[in-house]
């Protein structure tokens, strides 16, 4: 069975957004359109059989099976989120698929005690990019030389008003605030000085790879 490590039950958390608590089980169904974006964004990643990679804001653990692939059985997925149901589910998906080699870590991506990683994976996490505490505190995980891949919802260009109704009534209900959705890597490439930025779904979203310094 996987491995999840829960947070202190004396410990008061912020609330977890209800698309993350009530609607959990609905999450994979609403964001399926974006399978194939999840695929292009782990394919970013040099990953090599062996190899640990953190999943910051695993959800559900949508992105497992793609990583599994490439790293097999002698590798680790680390996957954190601070919301009890979602990573319940994470499990789950990784009890039935036979994945032993994953630890889900219930914590905020900026308090989250981690483990040493190869690689570090942001899939549609927007809370967390616009957080210097939580990049820094993730960042500071992954091994020297290690890569860094990340994704999800943006704003496209003014004109295009329907892909811009449609980016908010998918992202809306899971994020806190919209601040910074025209760029959403920005306080990320501060870190990652070579982080390289790609836009698709018509200028509503982007994958961006990058590699920490020696």
């Known amino acids: 069975m996987p491995t999840t490590v829960r947070t202190d039950p004396s410990r008061v958390l912020s609330p977890v957004l209800p698309a993350y608590d009530r609607g959990a089980t609905s999450y994979d169904s609403r964001t399926g359109l974006f399978a194939s974006y999840r695929r292009r964004l782990v394919d970013l990643l040099p990953l090599r059989a062996g190899d640990v990679v953190l999943d910051v804001g695993c959800g559900t653990g949508l992105c497992f099976a793609r990583i599994e692939e490439r790293i097999g059985p002698g590798g680790r997925i680390v996957g954190v989120d601070s919301a009890p149901r979602m990573l319940d589910l994470a499990a789950k998906r990784a009890a039935a698929h036979g994945w032993h080699n994953v ?11 981690l483990p040493t990683v190869d690689h570090v994976l942001f899939c549609a996490v927007h809370d967390v990019l616009q957080s210097p505490a939580a990049l820094d505190n993730v960042l500071a995980a992954v091994r020297p030389g290690g890569t860094v891949a990340a994704g999800g919802g943006k704003w ?10 449609a980016v908010f009534a998918l992202h809306a209900p899971y994020v806190t605030s919209l601040q910074g959705f025209g760029r959403p890597w920005a306080l990320l490439a501060e870190r990652v000085p070579d982080l390289a930025v790609q836009e698709v779904a018509m200028g509503g979203g982007y994958l961006a790879r990058g590699r920490l310094p020696a």
């Open 103 to 113: 630890l889900g870590i219930e914590a905020p991506a900026a308090e989250a005690e």
């Open 156 to 165: 496209a260009p003014g004109w295009a008003l329907a892909v811009n109704a």
